[in-house]
């Protein structure tokens, strides 16, 4: 079952302009983790944040975890037209062992 | 260092048939965790191997099975295949267990049952 609920399921946005996307989730995690998908090929990570952290940065990406929210972002400043993929979150539960739980992903496209 | 390769990326089998994939993990990672992706159930989980034993298994039937080999090369096997099985199949690995680092995947095998 899908753990993470991500907003919103698709995104059309500009070159230059910023890509906020969320992600919801239902219980307890251990750390959450970013990943970018391109035409239903592999996943490449991007970014994991512990629960004990509240935001991270990896060059244009930003993520923040809100725990009490149960919630998590990821920001793409001055996105490019490459940046056009499908975005997962994934969480590793506490109680799950050591599985990646995924959310359905944002499509996100920008046009150059 | 070379990533995570999977083997064969495209198979088209047949109702009824089976099927075998190959992962072969990131040099020095010991875990290797395997995904199933559909366009219906998204990505799920199906099973972790760590040291050559199953560490974490999913919810699916049992004519998934997997296994690992000493030098952390894993393998998944797909018996009895029905048209739902076809799927972009996922394998990752981590230096250690998932839980506490990030997980490196491959391209994918793509099955299509026919």
């Known amino acids: 079952s899908q753990q993470g609920e991500e907003d919103p399921q698709a995104l059309s946005i500009q070159e230059g302009e910023n890509a906020t996307m969320n992600c919801s989730y239902k219980?307890?995690?251990?750390?959450l983790q970013w990943y970018r998908q391109n035409s239903g090929r592999g996943l490449v990570h991007l970014i994991l944040i512990r629960s004990n952290e509240r935001e991270k940065h990896s060059g244009r990406l930003r993520v923040t975890l809100d725990t009490s929210k149960k919630s998590s972002s990821l920001l793409i400043t001055a996105s490019r037209a490459a940046d056009t993929a499908s975005y997962f979150c994934?969480?590793?539960?506490?109680?799950?062992?050591?599985?990646?739980?995924f959310g359905e992903g944002t499509q996100l496209t920008v046009n150059p | 260092k070379a990533g995570v390769t999977q083997t064969p990326r495209y198979l088209i089998k047949t109702r009824g048939q089976q099927v075998t994939l190959s992962c072969s993990p990131i040099s020095g990672h010991r875990s290797v965790s395997w995904y199933q992706q559909t366009p219906g159930q998204g990505l799920q989980f199906l099973f972790e191997?760590?040291?050559?034993?199953?560490?974490n298994k999913g919810n699916f039937p049992g004519r998934f099975s997997g296994r690992q080999f000493s030098n952390s090369r894993s393998e998944m096997n797909v018996s009895t295949l029905e048209l739902g099985d076809s799927a972009l199949y996922l394998c990752?690995?981590?230096?250690?267990?998932?839980?506490?680092?990030?997980?490196?995947f491959g391209q994918g095998t793509r099955l299509t049952v026919v």
């Open positions: 990752a690995s981590s230096p250690g267990f998932v839980r506490n680092t990030e997980a490196f």
């Open positions: 191997y760590f040291s050559e034993t199953q560490r």
């Open positions: 994934a969480t590793v539960q506490e109680t799950s062992g050591s599985r990646l739980t």
């Open positions: 219980t307890s995690i251990n750390n």
